[in-house]
């Protein structure tokens, strides 16, 4: 009913940048929060950015200053511009969204994940 569709990931060498997309699709009424998670082996997933409908945004202290989120609204899209990028930024990202589907169901959603890798 929803789909979820992430790119972007890939290898970068320390400093480097990437940038990350998902995009939903399907039965969509209204999207609420966007956001995206990651989640390094052995630990537990964890909030990296997020952003309101109207744009507010919310940062984890280890994305502040380095990473920027952004949407389209029009376009039913969340981007995540990742710049000065560390070892231990190597995780799984996922994209979260908080959708209201045209039969008014309401729920969040998670992509599969996008694999970012940071190393020399």
């Known amino acids: 009913q929803v789909q979820l569709v992430e790119s972007g990931g890939g290898l970068v060498q320390p400093g480097g940048s990437l940038s990350l997309s998902c995009a939903a699709s399907?039965?969509?009424?209204?999207?609420?929060?966007m956001g995206w998670y990651r989640q390094a082996p052995g630990k537990q997933r964890e909030l990296v950015a997020r952003?309101?409908?109207?744009?507010?945004?919310d940062y984890a202290d280890s994305a502040k200053g380095r990473f920027t989120i952004s949407r389209d609204n029009a376009k039913n899209t969340v981007s995540l511009q990742m710049n000065s990028l560390k070892p231990e930024d190597t995780a799984v990202y996922l994209c979260?969204?908080?959708?209201?589907?045209?039969?008014?169901?309401?729920?969040?959603?998670w992509g599969q994940g996008t694999q970012v890798t940071v190393s020399s």
């Open positions: 399907g039965s969509i009424f209204r999207i609420y929060t």
């Open positions: 952003i309101t409908r109207l744009g507010s945004t």
């Open positions: 979260n969204v908080d959708i209201e589907t045209i039969g008014y169901r309401r729920f969040a959603s």
